[in-house]
Nanobody, 118 residues
Framework: QVQVVESGGGLVQPGGSLRLSCAASGNIRSIVARGWYRQGPGKQREFIARILSGGITNYADSVKGRFTISEDSASNTWYLQMSSLESDDTAVYYC????????????WGQGTQVTVAS
């Protein structure tokens, strides 16, 4: 089992920045992917960014150039640095950890609210 806990959400003005953190515990050695998703009001959960073992990163087109995912393996934590925030970025942000042994399994945090408003 893997447990993940997000932190760092809050209220930020348009154009501002915010950094989210996700701390993992449990069977962390088996994690092969660390990601971020979000669910805006009335919307489905959508992929934001992912970092794979080896450091390869993927981003949704909507956040490329504005958001950066990174990790600190020593503390089993990964981050989502968000810049140039827009009102459309308002959502509950979830971190995700994925294992592929023995089968692909995803673990989710409880979510952290990010509200972009003036």
């Amino acid at each position: 089992q893997v447990q993940v806990v997000e932190s760092g959400g809050g209220l930020v003005q348009p154009g501002g920045s915010l950094r989210l953190s996700c701390a993992a515990s449990g069977n962390i050695r088996s994690i092969v992917a660390r990601g971020w998703y979000r669910q805006g009001p009335g919307k489905q959960r959508e992929f934001i960014a992912r970092i794979l073992s080896g450091g390869i990163t993927n981003y949704a087109d909507s956040v490329k150039g504005r958001f950066t995912i990174s990790e600190d393996s020593a503390s089993n934590t990964w981050y989502l640095q968000m810049s140039s925030l827009e009102s459309d970025d308002t959502a509950v942000y979830y971190c995700e950890a994925a294992r592929n042994n023995p089968i692909w399994t995803e673990y989710w945090g409880q979510g952290t609210q990010v509200t972009v408003a003036s």
